[in-house]
C-alpha cells in the first residue's frame, strides 16, 4: 500500500529565515507528488505538483520542492519565509495509474516575527 | 475552490442522528471525492464518485455512505453519526481531461457530533 510520511509534525521558524519541510513516500509503481497548503480555517491550495521531467519543481508564493527518486523524497522549500507562511502543509502521493490521492499526516507552520 | 461548494459549512450534531452533507459542483467534472481532515492523519479518503451512480469507497468508509443522482452533486450520509466521524469534511473534485487527476478542493464542512 502506498503512505506518505511528513517527518516533521510541527516547524517554527523565524520570518525571513529558510524553511524546509520533510516529505517521504513508499510506492513500488511511479507516482505523483504534490504539496497543498492549508490557511487558518480554508480548504487546501495546492501549491506545486511533480509529474514528470525535471526535479525541482517551482510552485507559487516562492516555493520549490525536489523529487528525489533514490531516497522516495520530495522535500519543499523557501528561501525566505513570511509571516503570511503561516499555515498546514501536506504532502500527498498519487499513482499514476491511479485516482486515490495519499497525504501525510500535515506539517504545521508557524513563523515568528 | 474551483466552483465546489459544500453545505452546510458548520453542523452540531447529536449521537446516533442521521446527517447529509452535500458537494455542489457546477461545471460537469466527473470525478468527486469526499475527504475527512484529523489532526495527525491528514486527509482520508472515505468515497469517491466516477459518474452518476458509479460510486466506490476509500479507506475510511465504514459508518459512511453516498449518493450521486446527478453530475454536480455527490452528498455523504452519516446513517447514525458518532463522536468519531466529528471531523472537517472536504470534497473534492478532479477537471475534466486532466491526465494526471489533479484534486481541487472545496471549503469544508465543520461537524461536531456530541
Known amino acids: 500500500a502506498q503512505s506518505v510520511t511528513q517527518l516533521d509534525s510541527q516547524v517554527p521558524v523565524f520570518e525571513e529565515a529558510p524553511v524546509e519541510l520533510r516529505c517521504n513516500y513508499s510506492s513500488s509503481v511511479s507516482v505523483y507528488l504534490f504539496w497543498y497548503v492549508q490557511y487558518p480555517n480554508q480548504g487546501l491550495q495546492l501549491l506545486l505538483k511533480?509529474?514528470?521531467?525535471?526535479?525541482l519543481v517551482k510552485g507559487i508564493n516562492g516555493f520549490e520542492a525536489e523529487f528525489n527518486k533514490s531516497q522516495t523524497s520530495f522535500h519543499l522549500r523557501k528561501p525566505s519565509v513570511h509571516i503570511s507562511d503561516t499555515a498546514e502543509y501536506f504532502c500527498?502521493?498519487?499513482?499514476?495509474?491511479?485516482?486515490?490521492?495519499?497525504f501525510g499526516g500535515g506539517t504545521r507552520v508557524l513563523v515568528k516575527p | 475552490d474551483a466552483g465546489i461548494t459544500q453545505s452546510p459549512r458548520h453542523k452540531v450534531t447529536e449521537t446516533g442522528t442521521p446527517v447529509t452533507l452535500r458537494c455542489h459542483q457546477t461545471e460537469n467534472h466527473r470525478y468527486m471525492y469526499w475527504y475527512r481532515q484529523d489532526p495527525g492523519h491528514g486527509l482520508r479518503l472515505i468515497h469517491y464518485?466516477?459518474?452518476?451512480?458509479?460510486?466506490d469507497k476509500g479507506e475510511v468508509s465504514d459508518g459512511y455512505s453516498v449518493s450521486r443522482s446527478k453530475t454536480e452533486d455527490f452528498l455523504l450520509t452519516l446513517e447514525s453519526a458518532t463522536s468519531s466521524q466529528t471531523s472537517v469534511y472536504f470534497c473534492a473534485i478532479t477537471p475534466n481531461g486532466e491526465s494526471y487527476n489533479e484534486q481541487f478542493f472545496g471549503p469544508g464542512t465543520r461537524l461536531t457530533v456530541l
Open positions: 464518485s466516477y459518474g452518476v451512480k458509479d460510486t
Open positions: 500527498a502521493a498519487l499513482k499514476a495509474a491511479g485516482n486515490k490521492l495519499t
Open positions: 511533480y509529474l514528470s521531467g525535471s526535479t
